[in-house]
């Protein structure tokens, strides 16, 4: 396990003084700044032009891309990163390991970067052909050589000589980048998206870049509808998707193909992928994590974050991509980056596991009356062990008109459309199926969409009103993405798949107020302190398969398939 015992403190409402982030933040002033932000999309959208081009190379590499406001995680914080016990499993089997037990071991000398990396490289070699969860590799000679001169000591972030998978939208310098959509056919970029560029100056290897849904939408497949990726829980069975349009890299993690990944969320993308596949997936506050260098969906509502095995993986993670980026102005004149990696310590009171702030977890009136008979007995047994942390459990009811607001009403379909207008006004043919979806932005109305806007406004004052005025964090679905604010999936069991009589796992989302992301870790972390969902691995797929070999009949998306929910 993972666990680090943090002293007791007497008062555990601030934790010896120091809050969480959401407790301190203005969220009149969030309230202002995103109205400001669709504001100003609204204007862009109706002159005609975009804050950020979505054209293939149109914007200019800038050097500081990787460049930090401030002088980075300080040394401290990684070393709290650090696992106390590395599973005795995990060290003979290394793909197992966690970001934290991995940089444990480097540090106890236990194992080095390039034993890691070969592991996976094995693991890869046997099944890659199989999952197809990457587009693009770096040659096996290469990935080794990058991780035996990766040399590790005292000084070390966590995420030295980890291993990780990158979405296919975020630019890699000299590296194919695609979004898996023809129009990106043949992009290779100049430079570096800021989180790329943050996660590779603090060490960590990429082995390649995921497939992806197709301009970031569904799960991946061909521009004739050919999915191609497998969800990792079901090898031998194509039918059961990955998931959300970073399905690839979920896989490529739930795989053992890869330590911790990379996704982008616009309706679902990083939490939907999570939760089928036994994942840990965070979804930061809109402007936390820099958009710079990642192909586009909407300029309101993209989210960058990661798709890791446990709350202290995605904790490192997004303590290394976190912050100010003077190339994305979403980013700036937010409150300092916290010490995340703190939050999602495992914390003790009087030697027994506790939440580490008092924390109230709401659920919605439909959350367990309008779940099934499976998932139903997981959701209660959920609920009580997160009282065994000593986290409050309540029902709280739906703000006013949630419905409406959470409907077709706040739509940003328009965004896409106005970003890519010019390429669509090229070649319609190079959004395949897609093309639909991009169309029916363009029919859109400014006024609908000005209404939108205002609906959007509504939607997040009553939430922080009604939902976040009765609790800390939520039991939510993907409509606060519309609304900025953070998300984090977990595993909470596993059940059968109807359509493949297949075992996969199943998960849940919580929600948190603006920059309650250090409240999503702990609550996420003492609940995995305490259960061990979160350490189930997938079956391999039944046997090697080679290169290039054809794996399984065609699998074609349904004409009528909904990736409203998995973009």
């Known amino acids: 396990m993972t666990e680090r015992l943090v002293p007791y403190r007497a008062d555990r409402v601030t934790d010896g003084g120091v809050q969480p982030q959401d407790l301190t933040v203005d969220r009149r002033w969030f309230m202002s700044r995103m109205a400001g932000l669709w504001a100003a999309a609204a204007s862009a959208g109706a002159a005609g032009g975009t804050l950020f081009a979505a054209t293939p190379g149109s914007a200019a590499p800038v050097p500081t891309a990787a460049g930090r406001s401030g002088p980075g995680t300080p040394k401290d914080w990684w070393d709290g990163a650090l696992a106390r016990t590395i599973r005795p499993e995990a060290l003979a089997d290394p793909t197992e390991l966690t970001i934290s037990e991995a940089a444990a071991a480097f540090r106890r000398r236990l194992l080095k970067p390039v034993d890691l990396m070969a592991a996976y490289l094995d693991r890869i070699n046997r099944y890659e052909a199989r999952y197809q969860a990457f587009l693009w590799r770096r040659p096996d000679a290469e990935l080794l050589d990058l991780a035996r001169r990766t040399k590790i000591h005292s000084g070390s972030t966590a995420l030295a000589g980890i291993t990780t998978a990158e979405k296919d939208n975020y630019y890699t310098a000299g590296i194919p980048t695609t979004a898996m959509s023809p129009v990106y056919q043949g992009f290779v970029p100049a430079y570096d998206s800021t989180v790329h560029a943050r996660l590779r100056t603090d060490g960590a290897i990429m082995i390649g870049k995921a497939a992806m849904g197709p301009l970031a939408s569904g799960r991946a497949r061909l521009p004739d509808g050919t999915a191609t990726t497998y969800n990792a829980w079901t090898p031998d069975d194509i039918r059961y998707s990955p998931s959300g349009s970073s399905g690839g890299t979920a896989t490529a993690v739930a795989g053992r193909l890869a330590t ?111 779940a099934n008979e499976e998932t139903r007995p997981l959701r209660e047994a959920m609920l009580a062990a997160m009282q065994t942390v000593g986290v409050t459990v309540r029902e709280v009811p739906y703000p006013q008109g949630w419905n409406e607001l959470t409907g077709t009403v706040t739509s940003t379909s328009g965004e896409g459309t106005n970003l890519f207008l010019p390429v669509l006004q090229r070649d319609v043919r190079l959004f395949a199926d897609r093309l639909t979806g991009f169309l029916n932005g363009q029919f859109r109305s400014a006024d609908s ?119």
């Not at 914390?347 to 959350?367: A, M, S």
Request: one cysteine or more; aromatic letters at 8%.
């Open 260 to 370: 911790s990944g990379t996704g982008t969320q616009t309706g679902g993308s990083i939490t939907s992928p999570s939760n089928a596949q036994n994942l840990t997936g965070l979804k930061p506050t809109f402007g936390r994590t820099s958009l710079y260098g990642i192909v586009p969906l909407t300029i309101t509502h993209d989210h960058p974050g990661p798709l890791a095995r446990d709350a202290m993986d995605a904790a490192i993670m997004l303590q290394s991509v976190a912050g100010p980026d003077p190339n994305d102005p979403r980013t700036l004149g937010l409150p300092e980056v916290p010490n995340y990696i703190r939050a999602a310590e495992v914390y003790y009171w009087k030697k027994r596991i506790r939440v580490r702030w008092e924390t109230t977890l709401g659920y919605p009136p439909d959350y367990l009356t309008g």
């Open 449 to 567: 969409y000005l209404k939108a806007m205002e609906a959007r406004y509504i939607l997040l004052k009553r939430t922080l009103d009604q939902f976040f005025g009765q609790c800390d964090v939520l039991l939510i679905g993907t409509a606060v993405d519309r609304i900025g604010l953070p998300m984090m999936a977990f595993p909470y069991g596993l059940g059968v798949d109807q359509t493949t009589g297949l075992t996969v796992p199943r998960g849940t989302t919580i929600a948190a107020p603006p920059f309650g992301e250090e409240r999503l870790l702990a609550v996420v972390a003492a609940y995995q302190a305490v259960t061990d969902h979160h350490l189930r691995r997938p079956p391999d797929p039944s046997g090697p398969v080679a290169a290039g070999a054809r794996v399984a009949a065609p699998y074609k998306v349904p004409a009528d398939y909904d990736a409203t929910e998995e973009s």
